[in-house]
């Protein structure tokens, strides 16, 4: 992300109290320091999770069979608004390479006037919201006017990368209309959805009343160019046109069965250990 951009950006790292003394060594974070500068100009900046506030009570295990879906990081970014200036930020999983300045997704966002940006899905429709959501099993309660059936049909769109208005996503109360959903789906004994934190989230956007406009914008689906970690038949004409390379599924490029499209992956971990300077803020 740092060579691909024309500007410099400030990255911020969300991490529990426990792993933080790991981060900062990796990131070359002094003790008192929150941040470090990298070379280009980019700042890391770190940020401790608590999880008291990430309450548990309302997000727990989602009955997924993959334990990255259940951990408590992957709720995190729905409390960034919490942590970080409430101003405009793109939140990027950690299975991600950026190809693309991200500059160009902000501006494109910042004119919509809109709290939060995905990309598209590719196919379009490839995947819905009925491959995940099971009313069959538990009902969900959505806003009054919603047209669950309608929802249903609708593309589940990824959250692995997103840009925000946190200012905007704080005052309309996004991160409570997402911890309903997720007591809702613990009351459902956890049958109403799987996903993850996936569907909540998308939920919180897409279930409206007919005819209120959409508080979201999709953009350009290479700005999420998904499931490098499970699909062999992604040609490689399309990865290198991807903005954004996405790691989707279990195989991801560190490990040992993720070695499948890793060439795109490795120069970008190479790269890492050079990244820093002496410099700590």
């Known amino acids: 992300a740092i060579r691909a951009t024309s500007q410099p950006i400030e990255a911020h790292l969300l ?8 981060f900062r060594e990796a990131f070359r974070i002094h003790p008192g320091c929150r941040a470090a500068k990298v070379a280009g100009g980019a700042v890391i900046r770190l940020h401790t999770l608590d999880p008291r506030r990430i ?11 993959r334990t990255d879906l259940n951990s408590l990081e992957t709720y995190a970014r729905f409390y960034a608004h919490e942590l970080m200036e409430r101003t405009i930020a793109i939140y990027l999983d950690t299975d991600t390479i950026v190809q693309s300045d991200l500059a160009e997704m902000r501006d494109e966002f910042r004119s919509s006037g809109r709290t939060i940006g995905f990309a598209a899905r590719y196919p379009r429709n490839s995947v819905t ?25 609708e593309p589940l769109l990824n959250n692995g990368v997103y ?16 911890e309903d959903f997720l007591s809702q ?14 569907v909540p989230m998308m939920l919180a956007f897409f279930a409206r009343p007919a005819g209120e406009p959409r508080d979201f914008i999709v953009m350009d689906a290479a700005w999420n160019t998904c499931d490098l970690g499970w699909n062999p038949g992604l040609k490689h004409t399309k990865l290198l046109q991807g903005k954004v390379l996405h790691w989707t599924g279990p195989q991801k490029p560190w490990m040992p069965d993720g070695k499948r499209y890793a060439s795109f992956w490795r120069p970008h971990r190479d790269a890492f250990e ?3 300077g002496d410099m700590d803020v």
């Not at 991490?15 to 790991?22: C, H, K, M, Q, S």
């Not at 006017?145 to 309608?150: K, L």
């Not at 840009?163 to 997402?178: F, G, H, M, N």
Request: charged share 30%.
């Open 55 to 65: 309450r548990t009570g309302r997000i727990g295990a989602m009955g997924e069979r």
């Open 274 to 276: 050079h990244l820093f």
């Open 15 to 22: 991490v529990r109290r426990d792993l933080e003394p790991a």
């Open 129 to 153: 919201f009925a491959n995940f959501v099971h009313p069959s099993k538990c009902k969900l309660d959505f806003p009054a006017g919603t047209d669950a059936a309608r929802l249903l049909q």
């Open 163 to 178: 840009i925000v208005d946190l200012k905007k996503w704080a005052e309309k109360s996004i991160t409570e209309r997402i």
């Open 185 to 198: 789906q613990a009351r459902c004994d956890y049958k109403a959805f799987n996903g993850g934190n996936q």
